[in-house]
């Protein structure tokens, strides 16, 4: 069985595929625009023209940023796109009796279904590549403007909650950075906490409101704040408080920093360097369970769309004479699933609640289990 779905799905593309897969693009085309457009009208329109009478910024300037979310918005509506098409086509084909005649011919449902397998891939590949070629271009850029509309300021390189170890040429493990916050441009810290292991036997604890580089010193200056020195011995450990303490360091975070975005907002081969710098320990972000997710997403969103696309097919298949009426309330419910398992797994792993691997894959999972029982139900009725 499986060795006959191979030779079939590997064999060349004969003029019935083409046929079916040029009949996909029309519906398809329209059909993601149209959700596109509602997108955009329910949430970003609305934030851009908050952005408008917020910070008095031009039109143009507002369209821009529309146009520069929509990409994001596209990846996450072909889905729903490629559902619509390839149930209309076959509802098309099958109301025109062409399903019957091609199974009369001797064409298997799995045959029929190979055009749309091969329209599933090729939107995955579309989907693929805009998130990972524009979207980690276009989305920063907008937020940049956004930011810039309303502050009049560029855009900061900056980071919440960020730990940065420094370790020496051995890897051995020097100094713990803490700070509330980071600013990269100027290379401030604040509410930043210091453990310092470089005096053996003793450990050097300090806590400022700010810290500021200073590279004619080749070191960190810190202002308003305590020392905490604490020895094996606890006799020896003692408190005190200053105005200004200079610690010299070999490296400052603010290029690695520069480098770093959200993870939504990463391609691939920056993700993986930050989720290799978190493994590493070199850093410590609260966005790590959220990297693991959106990599793995990277891979679930695309393939999301081949499975959806032998799903739609197959509900366009129905007896003659029979309501269609019911398969558009199993569309609506199944793109509903879809969304809404993803945003609940997302949420929960990056919560560190479930594996992200499990929540980016999950409603994968249940899109297979459908496309499987759809496709085999519909091969009993042509």
Not at 18 to 27: R, T, V
Not at 208 to 226: C, F, I, Q, S, V
Not at 349 to 355: D, F, Q, S, V, Y
């Amino acid at each position: 069985m499986i060795k006959s779905i191979q030779k079939i799905f590997f064999s060349k593309v004969n003029i019935l595929d083409k046929y079916i897969i040029n009949e996909f693009w029309i519906p398809f085309v329209s059909g993601s625009a149209i959700i596109t457009g509602i997108w955009l009208s329910a949430d970003q329109l609305r934030q851009v023209f908050k952005l408008i009478t917020m910070s008095d910024a031009p039109i143009s300037l507002a369209i821009t940023i529309l146009g520069l979310h929509m990409p994001g918005i596209i990846v996450i509506t072909i889905p729903i796109g490629v559902l619509w098409s390839t149930f209309l086509v076959f509802s098309r084909l099958n109301n025109d009796s062409e399903i019957i005649a091609m199974r009369t011919s001797g064409i298997s449902l799995i045959k029929v279904l190979k055009p749309v397998f091969l329209f599933g891939l090729l939107a995955a590949f579309l989907s693929f590549a805009i998130n990972e070629i524009i979207v980690p271009f276009s989305n920063p850029l907008a937020r940049k403007l956004e930011i810039y509309s309303i502050y009049k300021n560029p855009f900061p390189n900056s980071q919440k909650n960020f730990t940065y170890l420094e370790k020496t040429s051995k890897k051995q493990l020097r100094r713990i950075f803490y700070a509330g916050y980071y600013n990269a441009d100027k290379d401030i810290l604040k509410n930043i906490v210091v453990l310092d292991f470089t005096r053996t036997g003793l450990t050097q604890i300090y806590s400022a409101k700010t810290a500021r580089w200073r590279p004619e010193k080749g070191g960190w200056e810190l202002y308003n704040g305590t020392n905490h020195f604490i020895s094996n011995d606890e006799n020896l450990s003692r408190v005190s408080s200053f105005d200004v303490f200079f610690i010299p360091s070999g490296s400052t975070p603010a290029k690695l920093i520069r480098e770093l975005h959200k993870p939504k907002e990463m391609n691939l081969f920056r993700l993986w360097n930050f989720l290799q710098l978190q493994k590493d320990s070199t850093i410590n972000t609260d966005d790590y369970n959220e990297a693991i997710v959106t990599f793995h997403g990277k891979f679930a969103q695309p393939i999301a769309c081949l499975l959806i696309a032998l799903i739609g097919a197959p509900l366009g298949i129905l007896p003659r004479r029979s309501s269609s009426s019911w398969n558009y309330i199993i569309l609506a419910l199944i793109i509903f699933q879809f969304y809404i398992s993803q945003s609940v797994c997302n949420s929960l792993a990056e919560t560190n609640k479930i594996m992200p691997f499990f929540a980016a894959w999950f409603p994968n999972l249940v899109l297979a289990a459908i496309a499987v029982f759809i496709i085999r139900q519909k091969a009993k009725l042509v």
